[in-house]
């Protein structure tokens, strides 16, 4: 009996097109493109830990984990959060310390704050996630993207999703000439719903990202291995470098840092200080830093709380971050006295601060700016501790 989905003989094996107003596709190029994707993915995706399971938790920690970061980074991170957090109430009763320490290294630290805060409301209201993308959206930290990942792959919900690299395969394949940061991402919102292929929508989403990733790239894209390049529009029309097509971002402001490094002269203990939660690395923990007018009044603010003796500069780091470039001054000094959080300033960005052993460091939300400021104070052993993991550079 002939397969009604087929469509024509060649039907399914047309370039495709997307006109500005509508997406024009038959059934056949629909079957074609994901009978082709899914036999690809299934010969050729990579082993994955969150791969290998369906719990919609640990689908969640993922997803969340490789927003704006690389696959390679995020699996040892995977591996070692799911261990000491194996279950959603496991994280959900796990202090934010702990939390955030767990992803320190892996940037973008809001993700964590919001994960926690996401987990938490679901065991607030029973501890099952909900099954729909609708009902997922509903959770703290979750937007479309996500929702639709764990709808599809953990519940076998028939939604599509767009990261970028699926923005990437939709704009050459289709050939969109959208902005992918504007109208073009709606365009491959409503495409990744119409082409889901319902046998298995987690596959499928999971294919067009494997694509993006491994074959579709952003740069020297493998089109000779590509399953889809008979049929992508980019490739036929000589374009493929030229799309998708992004409208530039705003270049990122220069700011510059002061940061004290201030050792307890007993034990080489550490002050550390917290910083707001609203504020760019809330809740984490590090040498207390500040901005001004200048160096020397930055610093004046730092010293007017911070009881410090024998302050010296010994450097600079710079680190960048999406929409900002830092350059922090690092000065190291011997801690002087006692201090509070009553005696932290309103305006210095802190709510907490703790004179902190170099070997519980690692206990504590820590970032990597953070390390590389303690890097620079003690880029010899003899002068301060360092934690674990903290690279230093040699004095040149």
């Not at 390049?229 to 030229?242: F, H, I, L, P, W």
């Not at 799309?243 to 201030?262: C, D, E, N, T, Y």
């Not at 930055?298 to 024998?310: C, D, G, I, T």
């Not at 519980?360 to 400021?373: C, N, Q, V, Y």
């Amino acid at each position: 009996m002939k397969d009604k989905t087929a469509g024509t003989p060649g039907e399914g094996r047309g370039l495709l097109t997307v006109t500005k107003d509508a997406i024009a596709l038959t059934s056949g190029q629909v079957a074609h493109l994901q009978e082709t994707l899914l036999r690809w993915y299934d010969s050729c995706r990579r082993d994955l830990p969150w791969r290998r399971t369906r719990d919609p938790y640990a689908i969640w920690v993922s997803e969340i984990m490789l927003q704006q970061t690389r696959v390679d980074t995020v699996i040892p991170y995977f591996e070692r959060f799911m261990s000491k957090f194996p279950t959603a109430m496991a994280l959900a009763e796990a202090p934010a310390d702990d939390v955030l320490a767990a992803w320190s290294g892996l940037g973008y630290y809001r993700r964590a704050r919001f994960l926690l805060e996401g987990v938490r409301t679901v065991a607030a209201s029973g501890g099952s996630l909900p099954a729909s993308r609708d009902g997922l959206l509903g959770v703290p930290g979750i937007g479309r993207y996500t929702a639709g990942a764990i709808a599809s792959i953990a519940f076998g919900q028939p939604v599509g999703l767009v990261d970028g690299n699926v923005a990437r395969v939709f704009a050459r394949l289709f050939s969109i000439e959208e902005d992918m940061r504007k109208r073009g991402m709606r365009t491959a919102e409503a495409l990744a719903d119409r082409l889901v292929a319902p046998r298995d929508p987690g596959g499928w989403n999971q294919a067009l990202m494997e694509l993006g990733a491994t074959v579709c790239t952003p740069r020297s894209p493998s089109c000779e291995v590509c399953p889809l390049a008979s049929v992508c529009r980019a490739r036929a029309t000589g374009r493929v470098a030229e799309l998708p097509f992004l409208s530039g971002k705003k270049a990122p402001l220069l700011r510059r840092v002061q940061a004290i490094v201030a050792t307890r002269p007993s034990d080489g203990a550490i002050l550390l200080a917290r910083r707001r939660r609203e504020l760019t690395f809330g809740g984490l923990w590090e040498p207390p830093s500040a901005e001004g007018d200048g160096p020397a009044e930055a610093r004046a603010r730092l010293q007017a709380w911070v009881p410090v003796a024998n302050l010296t500069r010994v450097g600079s780091v710079a680190h960048v971050l999406s929409h900002r470039k830092l350059t922090v001054d690092v000065s190291r000094g011997l801690l002087a006295g006692a201090i509070r959080a009553n005696d932290i300033p309103p305006d210095s960005g802190y709510d907490a601060v703790r004179v902190v052993a170099v070997a519980d460091i690692e206990t504590l939300g820590f970032s990597t700016l953070a390390r590389k400021i303690l890097a620079e104070a003690c880029r010899e052993e003899s002068e301060c501790p360092t934690p674990p993991g903290t690279k230093r550079r040699p004095r040149t």
